[in-house]
């Protein structure tokens, strides 16, 4: 169970000002809260399977200490990703609006192609590949990440576009950097 608090508790953080959380926040603006709110569900439990086979598959074929160190990197990447943050280009924002899938096949497609590459995926590979309960890892991130996204679009609701995004982002930074010190301490076997 403790893979899946810590797996929730991770993305949550990581979720926050992210470009994914700015889509739902943007589709909750134009289409009912729940056919966005599915189309998220749907796109991470799709994303974050694929992120945990991954992430396993790596853990399984390198040393518990170079992966380690090699999740403590990549969390040091993802805090200063954080810091810099994501940007969803005027282009994304056409294609989705004149996609013929209908409101929920639009956001699910439109999320499963944001999520792709973004930190919040590669967070979820770094997780899996470092516990054997794959599927607290799996469920845990998609809980985490349904629910950042799930207050982007009550947001989206309340106040339209606008959220404290640098404030959520240096949030999430410095959460990820203390991740990064622990897989370091682990690594070194403090």
């Excluded at 739902?24 to 439990?45: E, I, N, P, Q, S």
């Excluded at 929920?104 to 979820?124: C, I, M, N, R």
């Excluded at 947001?155 to 606008?162: E, K």
């Amino acid at each position: 169970m403790s893979a899946f608090f810590l797996s929730a508790a991770i993305i949550f953080v990581a979720e926050l000002g992210d470009k994914s959380q700015m889509v739902a926040l943007w589709f909750a603006t134009r289409f009912r809260w729940w056919v966005v709110l599915a189309g998220v569900t749907v796109a991470t439990l799709v994303v974050h399977l694929g992120s945990v086979v991954i992430g396993r598959a790596f853990g399984e074929l390198l040393p518990e200490r170079f992966v380690l160190i090699a999740v403590g990197v990549s969390f040091f990447v993802f805090a200063a990703w954080s810091l810099r943050g994501d940007r969803f280009e005027p282009s994304e924002r056409e294609k989705a609006t004149t996609s013929t899938f209908g409101a929920l096949g639009l956001v699910t497609v439109s999320f499963f192609v944001a999520e792709l590459g973004d930190k919040t995926q590669l967070a979820t590979v770094s997780l899996a590949g470092t516990t054997t309960q794959v599927v607290g890892v799996w469920l845990g991130s998609t809980v985490g990440m349904v629910l950042a996204d799930a207050l982007a679009i009550g947001v989206g609701l309340i106040a339209g576009t606008r959220l404290p995004q640098r404030v959520m982002s240096a949030g999430a930074s410095v959460t990820f950097v203390v991740f990064g010190v622990l897989a370091f301490v682990r690594a070194a076997g403090v």
